[in-house]
C-alpha cells in the first residue's frame, strides 16, 4: 500500500528548531517529486518546500533561509528541517507526493504532523 | 504573484449540481488540480489535470478550465460531499486557491 506517514511535530518555543520526518511506503521517495504542505488551524493549505527527484529544492518565500527539505534514500524517509520557527509557523504539516516527476497534482498525503509555536 | 481565487462558500440541495469555481490570470494556460478536505481528514485529490479523476473517484466529479477559470462540478450531490474544496496550480512555486466550502442542504 502506498502510504506516508509523518512524525516529530510538537511544541516549540518561538526561535527554536524542530525536525519533521515522513516516511513513505509503496514506492521510493526519489521516483516521485515530494513537498511539505501546512494548514495553520481554521485556515487553508499552503505549500511550504518541494524537492525534485533529481534533488533540487525550493521554498515558499516565507520559509526560505529558515527550513531545509531533504530525503534519506535508505531509510525511504523525507525530512524537513524547521530552524528559527515562529508563531506564523504553528499549523498542521503536511507531506504530499507528486503523481509524478512533472508539476504535477499531490495524489497521496500523509495525516499531518502538528507543530505549535509557543512560549 | 500569481493567485488563485475561490468563492468561501457555495451551498447545494443534496442531488442538485455543484459548481465551484476558482479564477486566475490565463488560468487556462495551466492543468489545475481539486482537493476535497473533510474535517480532521487529509486532502484528497479528486481532479487532476484539469478534468481526469483519480481511479475509484465518484463520476459525479468534473473539472474544466478555460478562460482565466477552472471550475469543479459535481452532479447528483449527495450529503457526503459537504467539504472544503481547494484548487491548486504551478506558477513558479505551488499555489493553492483559498478553498471553498460546500453545504449540503
Known amino acids: 500500500e502506498v502510504q506516508l506517514v509523518e512524525s516529530g511535530g510538537g511544541l516549540v518555543q518561538p526561535g527554536g528548531s524542530l525536525r519533521l520526518s515522513c516516511a513513505a511506503s509503496?514506492?521510493?521517495?526519489?521516483?516521485?517529486?515530494m513537498s511539505w504542505v501546512r494548514q495553520a488551524p481554521g485556515k487553508g493549505l499552503q505549500w511550504v518546500s518541494i524537492i525534485y527527484s533529481g534533488g533540487s529544492t525550493y521554498y515558499a518565500d516565507s520559509v526560505k533561509g529558515r527550513f531545509t527539505i531533504s530525503r534519506d534514500t535508505s531509510k525511504n524517509t523525507l525530512y524537513l528541517q524547521m530552524n528559527s520557527l515562529r508563531s506564523e509557523d504553528t499549523a498542521l504539516y503536511y507531506c504530499?507526493?507528486?503523481?509524478?516527476?512533472?508539476?504535477?497534482?499531490?495524489?497521496?498525503w500523509g495525516q499531518g504532523t502538528m507543530v505549535t509555536v509557543s512560549s | 504573484s500569481f493567485e488563485l481565487t475561490q468563492p468561501p462558500s457555495v451551498s447545494v440541495s443534496p442531488g442538485q449540481t455543484a459548481t465551484i469555481t476558482c479564477s486566475g490570470d490565463?488560468?487556462?494556460?495551466?492543468?489545475v488540480n481539486w482537493y476535497q478536505q473533510k474535517p480532521g481528514q487529509s486532502p484528497v485529490l479528486v481532479i487532476y489535470?484539469?478534468?481526469k479523476r483519480p481511479s475509484g473517484l465518484p463520476e459525479r466529479f468534473s473539472g474544466s478550465n478555460s478562460g482565466n477559470t477552472a471550475t469543479l462540478t459535481i452532479s447528483g450531490t449527495q450529503a457526503m460531499d459537504e467539504a472544503d474544496y481547494y484548487c491548486q496550480a504551478w506558477d513558479s512555486t505551488v499555489v493553492f486557491g483559498g478553498g471553498t466550502k460546500l453545504t449540503v442542504l
Open positions: 504530499a507526493r507528486d503523481r509524478s516527476t512533472s508539476h504535477d497534482a499531490f495524489d497521496i
Open positions: 489535470q484539469d478534468n
Open positions: 509503496g514506492f521510493t521517495v526519489t521516483s516521485n517529486y
Open positions: 490565463n488560468l487556462g494556460n495551466r492543468y
